[in-house]
């Protein structure tokens, strides 16, 4: 059971939009800004979205973020294959001073 | 490039133990904290440890406190956990992560190694 909840699966048809939730409480999203990873197929996790909605160097503008209160979102416009991969989202948490991940979602594309 | 390779995963018996690294090349290592993060098979990331640049800051996971530790080398750019005690329930990938430069609550895990396999197994 992760501290931060995700759905574990979304879906989605190239070019719609999908978005992916993130649920936490006071001691972590509440407090603290949320970073997003994304991880291809056998590959390691990779930064896309850190500070709540800030982007890396070299990730497409179709990939955004937001945050209220104690819950997340990514969102993904104009979905296209090679975005097929988990998703993670992050963030300290003050009450087990340490890292929480959520527990992944796993994103298809139809 | 700037880069991160661990090494020393393998198999081990329960109770055993193993020492895992991790090498940086191409920043400035001694600026930045570090962290690493775990994967079970088929499973989600788990954070396991942190550590501030200067090693003054070090942070464990409930799952792994008082059979891990966190260490750095900044002479030689190099981070390493200590593994001991290990369970069946820490077979996982293990990877090592970039932090920042600030606060490790502020951290963002900007940079990943490839990762090392740990697998405990009778």
């Known amino acids: 059971q992760s501290v931060l909840t995700q759905p574990p699966s979304a879906s989605g048809t190239p070019g719609q939009r999908v978005a992916i939730s993130c649920s936490g409480s006071s001691s972590n999203i509440g407090s603290y800004t949320v970073n997003w990873y994304q991880q291809l197929p056998g590959t390691a996790p990779k930064l896309l979205i850190y500070s709540n909605n800030q982007r890396p160097s070299g990730v497409p503008d179709r990939f955004s973020g937001s945050k209220s209160g104690t819950s997340a979102s990514l969102a993904i416009s104009g979905l296209q294959s090679e975005d097929e991969a988990d998703y993670y989202c992050a963030a300290w948490d003050d009450s087990l001073n340490g890292w929480v991940f959520g527990g992944g979602t796993k994103l298809t594309v139809l | 490039e700037v880069q991160l390779v661990e090494s020393g995963g393998g198999l081990v018996k329960p109770g055993g133990s193993l020492r895992l690294s991790c090498a940086a090349s191409r920043f400035t290592f001694s600026n930045y904290n570090m962290n690493w993060v775990r994967q079970a098979p088929g499973k989600g990331l788990e954070w396991v440890s942190s550590i501030s640049s200067s090693s003054s800051y070090i942070y464990y996971a409930d799952s792994v406190k008082g059979r891990f530790t966190i260490s750095r080398d900044n002479a030689k750019n190099s981070l390493y956990l200590q593994m001991n005690s290990l369970r069946a329930e820490d077979t996982a990938i293990y990877y090592c992560?970039?932090?920042?430069?600030?606060?490790?609550?502020?951290?963002?895990?900007?940079?990943w190694g490839q990762g090392t396999m740990v697998t405990v197994s009778s």
């Open positions: 992560a970039r932090g920042g430069l600030y606060q490790q609550r502020n951290d963002v895990f900007d940079i």
